[in-house]
């Protein structure tokens, strides 16, 4: 079972979170207060370690709202699960009705009471299809041997009641447990096609006479499956230094604490016994050395995959009842050891969240969780940080969903992961799958995107310098896609770098200029952005003939903006689920008098009293790119796109033939 949806009401700040998607990592942003953490333990609810419990009025019911609005019946949470193909077969064995069913909503409700809904789940009905036939092989017999009034009782019988199955299948069963009675009777015994036909209808019969204990034990299959959500809002320390007698004692009296538990983790990723150690406290020096090191070379392997920061080395040293974990620096002049708990806080935290993590989750009582991680790594460097998003992506294979307000715990290579939480004083905790909110509440969402770009910046030499975000969503989406059909696309070299609106676009370009880069500017085609276009050359900043405007890649000069290359359906038809539960009930009326695509959006939804934000019909059309290609990529969009790429792939090349300073 994969979670793919959520909701959180009627919880602590949370009045209503809206449905927030998942995927394999989730990150939900926002500022200190905002209700992050609430969040995660709504969710924990659902099936926390250790089993579901009652929740408190007092303690988790929203506190400024009455107590006469409580209900020990209110929903805390709701989560929507994908089936996968095995999910789908044990769920068909044991409930035959949902053999097609896919996914399936669990909720809990504040007394702890679990819901099930398999979604599209058919009604129960009379399978009439096949039921003709098995009369007729039946009847074919029974008319020959004196069992036609027994014969036309279970036709009756299949005729009516067909509205209500249950009543329908026992009313079956007593007209076959009449006719084989009256066969008996007759000393008459059925050919073997008969007899596989009453025992089909018997089994059609009785399948829907068990249909509603089927369910229960269908339902009772998901919560049994669900899987475990695991609330980490801290990090015990793996201990640098353990008595490994004193574990031991205490392991074998059940006595052990945190410590003790995690140096029992430290053991199982490098491979270690604690009872061999133990055994070696006064065994051969030189089996204790190979034991050890082999043990060093597996973590320090892992933790340099890991922690690119610096080259770090683990060995572990036994020495009498003490086992010591030792880090040294290969990068400094003297490759000192230092204990573990003597490193840095940041590495200890990252040592320790490895170590405990990968215990749990390979073969642990992690292993199938979903992983709820409050603010995790805090103590971090900035690219440490990035390790530890790696590390959730390459290393780790459970959903890990997680809070955070670190511009580097963004996962900027896949912005669709982030939720925006912000919170309202009228509405509460309200978290939104798209990039919203107020500037707090952004700002590390925007200082990952800004980071980006500056990487990028110098990692070409040829740099395709566009107003925002979108534009380098489809501009990379749309290339990708002609590579693969074999047509133009973007050259491989060309570095495609957002400005954050064209009013930046003139700071980028000089930026970009002190490096003595190849750049070629893309800009909307409209009065603001040709003034921008103007400024540059005048200011010798950039030479005229290394512009492209996006109506260039129409087949009529126009105004343009990069949307306007897209297929109008196709642009429609994401607009109309982007935003299909706030325009439910209302109409768009586009005014074909503004010239650009995403101008007549903005004044129809303005005239709905809405705000349209074209970011999220282009969060879409990345997901349905990669899901349902054939939604999106029609000729029309691709012959526009192509276009454009073409006059951007000739003025790179004739930068690239005269070998000539873009800025002179």
């Given at each position: 079972m994969k979670l793919r949806q959520f909701q959180v009401t009627n919880f602590r700040s949370v009045n209503d979170s809206g449905w927030i998607e998942v995927g394999?990592?989730?990150?939900?942003?926002?500022?200190?207060?905002?209700?992050?953490?609430?969040?995660?333990?709504?969710?924990?609810?659902?099936?926390?370690?250790?089993?579901?419990?009652?929740?408190?009025?007092?303690?988790?019911?929203?506190?400024?709202?009455?107590?006469?609005?409580?209900?020990?019946?209110?929903?805390?949470?709701?989560?929507?699960?994908?089936?996968?193909?095995?999910?789908?077969?044990?769920?068909?064995?044991?409930?035959?009705?949902?053999?097609?069913?896919?996914?399936?909503?669990?909720?809990?409700?504040?007394?702890?009471?679990?819901?099930?809904?398999?979604?599209?789940?058919?009604?129960?009905?009379?399978?009439?299809?096949?039921?003709?036939?098995?009369?007729?092989?039946?009847?074919?017999?029974?008319?020959?041997n004196n069992l036609g009034q027994s014969f036309q009782a279970l036709r009756n019988a299949v005729d009516v009641r067909r509205d209500r199955p249950a009543e329908w299948a026992t009313s079956i069963a007593a007209a076959v447990k009449a006719l084989k009675e009256s066969a008996t009777a007759e000393s008459f015994a059925f050919s073997n096609d008969a007899s596989a036909a009453i025992s089909r209808l018997e089994k059609i019969a009785q399948t829907?006479?068990?249909?509603?204990?089927?369910?229960?034990?269908?339902?009772?299959?998901?919560?049994?499956?669900?899987?475990?959500?695991?609330?980490?809002?801290?990090?015990?320390?793996?201990?640098?230094?353990?008595?490994?007698?004193?574990?031991?004692?205490?392991?074998?009296?059940?006595?052990?604490?945190?410590?003790?538990?995690?140096?029992?983790?430290?053991?199982?990723?490098?491979?270690?016994?604690?009872?061999?150690?133990?055994?070696?406290?006064?065994?051969?020096?030189?089996?204790?050395?190979?034991?050890?090191?082999?043990?060093?070379?597996?973590?320090?392997?892992?933790?340099?995959?890991?922690?690119?920061?610096?080259?770090?080395?683990?060995?572990?040293?036994?020495?009498?009842?003490?086992?010591?974990?030792?880090?040294?620096?290969?990068?400094?002049?003297?490759?000192?050891?230092?204990?573990?708990?003597?490193?840095?806080?940041?590495?200890?935290?990252?040592?320790?969240?490895?170590?405990?993590?990968?215990?749990?989750?390979?073969?642990?009582?992690?292993?199938?969780?979903?992983?709820?991680?409050?603010?995790?790594?805090?103590?971090?460097?900035?690219?440490?940080?990035?390790?530890?998003?790696?590390?959730?992506?390459?290393?780790?294979?459970?959903?890990?969903?997680?809070?955070?307000h670190s511009p580097f715990m963004i996962p900027s290579n896949d912005i669709s992961a982030v939720r925006t939480v912000s919170i309202d004083q009228k509405f509460g905790t309200v978290v939104t799958n798209d990039p919203a909110g107020d500037t707090k509440t952004l700002f590390p969402l925007q200082s990952a995107l800004g980071y980006e770009v500056a990487q990028s910046l110098f990692v070409g030499e040829y740099n395709l310098v566009v107003e925002g975000i979108t534009d380098y969503w489809y501009l990379t989406v749309f290339s990708e896609a002609l590579k693969d059909a074999g047509r133009t696309h973007l050259p491989d070299v060309v570095t495609v770098t957002p400005a954050g609106g064209a009013q930046k676009v003139h700071y980028l370009v000089v930026l970009l200029a002190s490096n003595q880069l190849k750049v070629v500017i893309l800009l909307d085609d409209e009065r603001a952005s040709r003034q921008t276009a103007e400024d540059l050359v005048k200011q010798k900043l950039l030479a005229d003939d290394h512009v492209v405007f996006a109506s260039e890649g129409l087949a009529a000069e126009a105004e343009a903006d990069i949307e306007d290359l897209i297929d109008p359906t196709v642009y429609e038809a994401l607009v109309l689920e982007a935003y299909a539960k706030d325009l439910k009930g209302k109409t768009l009326k586009l005014n074909d008098k503004f010239p650009r695509r995403v101008q007549r959006y903005e004044k129809a939804f303005k005239e709905l009293g809405m705000e349209f934000n074209k970011t999220r019909p282009a969060k879409l059309l990345l997901r349905k790119a990669a899901e349902k290609p054939a939604d999106v990529f029609t000729e029309d969009s691709f012959q526009g796109f192509e276009r454009l790429f073409i006059r951007i792939k000739g003025l790179f090349k004739v930068i690239r033939d005269k070998n000539v300073d873009p800025f002179a």
């Open positions: 394999k990592r989730t990150a939900l942003v926002g500022r200190n207060e905002s209700g992050k953490s609430n969040i995660l333990l709504g969710l924990q609810t659902l099936n926390p370690p250790g089993g579901r419990k009652e929740l408190s009025l007092t303690k988790d019911f929203p506190r400024d709202r009455s107590k006469t609005e409580y209900s020990d019946k209110l929903t805390v949470v709701e989560t929507l699960w994908d089936l996968d193909e095995d999910d789908q077969a044990d769920i068909a064995a044991i409930f035959p009705r949902a053999d097609k069913v896919t996914e399936v909503t669990v909720s809990r409700d504040y007394a702890g009471t679990v819901y099930i809904r398999f979604q599209n789940l058919p009604g129960l009905a009379v399978p009439d299809g096949e039921l003709p036939g098995i009369l007729d092989i039946i009847g074919a017999e029974a008319s020959k829907i006479a068990s249909d509603s204990d089927a369910h229960g034990k269908a339902r009772t299959w998901v919560v049994k499956n669900l899987p475990v959500f695991v609330y980490v809002p801290d990090y015990d320390e793996v201990p640098g230094h353990q008595n490994v007698a004193e574990f031991i004692q205490r392991d074998e009296s059940k006595t052990r604490n945190d410590r003790d538990d995690n140096f029992a983790k430290l053991c199982k990723v490098a491979e270690l016994e604690p009872a061999e150690l133990h055994a070696q406290i006064n065994g051969d020096h030189e089996v204790r050395q190979q034991l050890t090191n082999r043990a060093g070379a597996l973590v320090t392997r892992q933790i340099r995959e890991l922690w690119t920061d610096r080259k770090l080395k683990v060995r572990f040293h036994l020495d009498g009842k003490h086992f010591d974990t030792l880090i040294s620096d290969e990068s400094n002049v003297y490759d000192v050891e230092i204990n573990l708990s003597e490193r840095s806080r940041g590495f200890q935290w990252f040592f320790s969240f490895y170590v405990v993590f990968t215990a749990d989750t390979l073969g642990g009582d992690k292993e199938s969780a979903i992983l709820l991680l409050d603010e995790p790594g805090l103590f971090l460097h900035a690219l440490a940080q990035k390790d530890l998003l790696r590390f959730f992506e390459d290393r780790m294979p459970n959903q890990v969903v997680y809070t955070t």
